[in-house]
């Protein structure tokens, strides 16, 4: 009997797996830390600097890129519940004196 694999956690407390939007914004601020860090570099030939300026290009393109997934990702989550809710009034609501749509036609055809 194999026992399931552990998911991989980041510092042993971010569950980069299972956490939306946590893998791409640790892998963007990787890569975000190594373009600043080594750019800092080949500009100024500073090494204690340029690892500064790579730790400080991580934490900014990580929040950054955190804050702007999640802020899609909830802005989706809301869009896919008003969807829901409108599907499952349609639902609920068809063929009976409370159908909108039903209410439109009515009104429009009385009228002419």
């Given at each position: 009997m194999a026992a399931a694999p552990e998911p991989f956690k980041l510092l042993g407390i971010l569950d980069v797996e299972n956490i939306p939007c946590a893998r791409d914004s640790v892998l963007y601020g990787s890569l975000g830390s190594v373009v600043a860090g080594l750019g800092h570099f080949l500009l100024t030939s500073r090494?204690?600097?340029?690892?500064d300026v790579g730790v400080g290009?991580?934490?900014v393109v990580t929040l950054g890129c955190w804050f702007h997934c999640r802020y899609n990702y909830a802005k989706l989550r809301i869009q896919e519940r008003?969807?829901?809710e409108?599907?499952?009034n349609k639902i609920l609501y068809e063929s009976t004196h409370?159908?909108?749509a039903r209410k439109q036609?009515?009104?429009g055809s009385s009228s002419s």
């Open positions: 090494i204690r600097r340029s690892c290009g991580f934490i008003l969807a829901r409108g599907i499952k409370l159908d909108p036609t009515n009104g």
